[in-house]
């Protein structure tokens, strides 16, 4: 039995709506596997956040793909009788594509700053295990040594710093990428 709005659409309305139900479907496992990669990379070590973060690039390239090629293919013009609800359903899964593009970068800059935090850390236990290794004697450590690790803990700070100062950066050039493909999806409108 026919849907009660398909009755009323004419034959290319229907087609058009279809597609895009099926793009639909395809959002939603998209989110399925975003949510998926989340558990994986919170249940695991360091393999897992790197398997994460691989399957988040993968994940953004597919919404790339889906949204400006597929998504924005399904022409809206040249309806009449499924025009209105065709273009309200276009902007809704575009709007759900965004909003987990926002989820799965801040998924991967937590991902990054776990990453980030993890090595700073190890490194960090790695050099005070050598650095404060008393000698035959249990001598307590030198003036040296102390000065020594101090400069290595401010080495350390200052790569955290750097590799902040690139994440901003790259958000900025993510956000004026994220502008740009916003502008260019309103003039295709």
Not at 86 to 109: C, D, F, N, Q, T
Request: aromatic share 4%; charged share 40%; glycine share 4%.
């Amino acid at each position: 039995e026919c849907h009660p709005l398909q009755r009323r659409l004419s034959s290319i309305s229907s087609q058009r709506l279809e597609t895009l139900r099926e793009l639909e479907e395809r959002v939603r496992e998209l989110e399925d596997s975003v949510h998926e990669i989340e558990r994986q990379a919170s249940a695991g070590d360091g393999e897992a956040r790197v398997a994460a973060k691989a399957g988040l690039r993968q994940v953004v390239g597919h919404l790339d793909r889906l949204q400006f090629t597929e998504i924005d293919a399904v022409a809206t013009a040249d309806l009449d009788s499924g025009k209105a609800y065709a273009k309200h359903y276009r902007k809704a899964l575009h709007a759900r594509i965004e909003a987990m593009r926002g989820h799965v970068e801040e998924l991967y800059e937590s991902l990054d700053k776990e990453s980030l935090d993890k090595e700073v850390v190890e490194e960090k236990d790695e050099y005070d295990d050598e650095t404060f290794e008393k000698d035959e004697d249990d001598e307590p450590a030198s003036e040296a040594m102390v000065r020594e690790t101090q400069e290595r803990i401010a080495e350390l700070q200052r790569r955290v710093d750097e590799l902040a100062a690139l994440k901003d950066r790259h958000q900025s050039l993510e956000e004026a990428r994220e502008r740009l493909i916003l502008q260019e999806a309103r003039q295709r409108q």
